[in-house]
């Protein structure tokens, strides 16, 4: 008996910011989730992460489903087709949000983090990520992060031996060291892991990650196991209730049998 997952999404502009530059997808068809953050201005914010968005469920829905399919990057020995897969749609929007920015001045600088779930039958969960937009697991009663904030505070905190709050203190505002768009080539860290019938997956833009506690996210997925719908809402309104002060943006995932 195979699993199944029941999905659902929201985003909100908050308190503070005018123009929400987060973007996100549930490509269900494909067992596919897709989540980003973007930076560089309203404008270009909000362009990069719809490129994003838009250049990963294409490539996962069409390009690579088409006849005489070739790699549009080289792939990496070892890794499984479903892993160069998002390391690869991950690259073509990295090209797409690059060559905007090059272009057009008024996008000139602008990025965007990226998390992406996918499930494959033969490896799991995986995840690709790059930048400080999180993908976290519920089982049982732990909530466990998956994903390393490609950030300036872990950076400080892994080759400095800094402790968390040192290197927050040091880094001063949230400050990325990754993201799609500011190279003309980038590289997604990949995640494997293992679903279990009850697990809840959050992937969520730092709106969220940064104004509500870790265990306060786990204490409202907890309170909403079976409606992760209700659990996406109601993460949303807690970044909103401690200040709002940046768009917020999260897709919840409960993992169940297929009926």
């Known amino acids: 008996m195979g699993l199944r997952f029941i999905t659902a999404g929201a985003t909100d502009v908050g308190q ?5 530059e987060d973007a996100y997808a549930l490509v269900d068809a494909e067992s596919a989730w897709i989540l980003a953050d973007g930076m560089g201005g309203h404008v270009g914010g909000k362009v990069a992460s719809n490129l994003a968005v838009d250049a990963i469920k294409d490539f996962l829905v069409r390009w690579r489903h088409t006849p005489g399919f070739e790699w549009p990057f080289e792939i990496m020995p070892g890794r499984s087709d479903a892993e ?3 390391a690869n749609a991950v690259r073509v929007a990295n090209v797409r949000v690059y060559n ?3 272009w057009n001045p008024a996008y000139q600088g ?3 983090t990226v998390v992406v779930m996918h499930y494959d039958e033969a490896q799991g969960m995986v995840i690709a ?3 400080d937009s999180r993908c976290y697991r519920l089982r049982g009663e732990t909530l466990t992060q998956l994903t390393v904030d490609h950030s300036l505070v872990n950076h400080l905190m892994r080759f400095f031996h800094l402790s968390y709050a040192e290197a ?3 880094a001063g505002s ?8 500011l190279e003309d080539d980038v590289e997604a860290d990949l995640t494997i892991d293992q679903p279990e019938m009850g697990d809840l997956y959050l992937s969520c833009s730092d709106g969220l990650s940064d104004l509500v506690d870790d265990w306060a996210i786990q ?3 907890l309170n909403n196991l079976d409606a992760p719908q209700a659990a996406a809402n109601a993460l949303v309104r807690a970044a909103n209730a401690a200040g709002g002060t940046d768009n917020i943006t999260v897709i919840v995932m409960k993992v169940s049998l297929e009926l």
Do not use: F, P, Y
Request: cysteine-free.
């Open 16 to 20: 503070v910011r005018e123009v929400n």
């Open 110 to 112: 602008m990025g965007t």
């Open 129 to 131: 990520h790059v930048g």
């Open 168 to 170: 927050r203190k040091r």
């Open 174 to 181: 949230n400050v990325i060291v990754r993201a799609v768009g």
């Open 100 to 102: 905007q920015s090059e």
């Open 84 to 86: 160069n897969s998002l």
């Open 219 to 221: 204490n409202i997925l």
